[in-house]
């Protein structure tokens, strides 16, 4: 398992653990970050990591990005 952070750009990962408090749990489920979900990322811009997950393209800041295990 690693953070999306560090995941390759353009290749499938599935979520397989969100950390973080409850709120931000909460706000990446809501986003579709969910486990067990997939996950590609796009291209990391200016801190924030852009992401494609289930259909829609997210921008997800580093930090939070850190939280998302793949």
């Known amino acids: 398992m690693l953070p999306l952070v ?4 353009g290749e499938s990962n599935t979520i397989k653990k969100i950390g ?5 749990k909460k706000h990446l489920e ?3 970050f969910v486990a067990g979900g ?13 992401v494609n997950v ?5 921008a ?10 793949v």
């Open 38 to 50: 997939e996950v590609t990322v796009i291209n990391e811009i200016g801190g924030n990591v852009i």
């Open 6 to 9: 560090f995941a390759p750009v």
């Open 60 to 69: 997800v800041s580093r930090e939070m990005a850190q939280k998302i295990m």
């Open 30 to 32: 809501n986003l579709g």
């Open 20 to 24: 973080g408090s409850p709120e931000v």
């Open 54 to 58: 289930k259909g829609a393209r997210v």
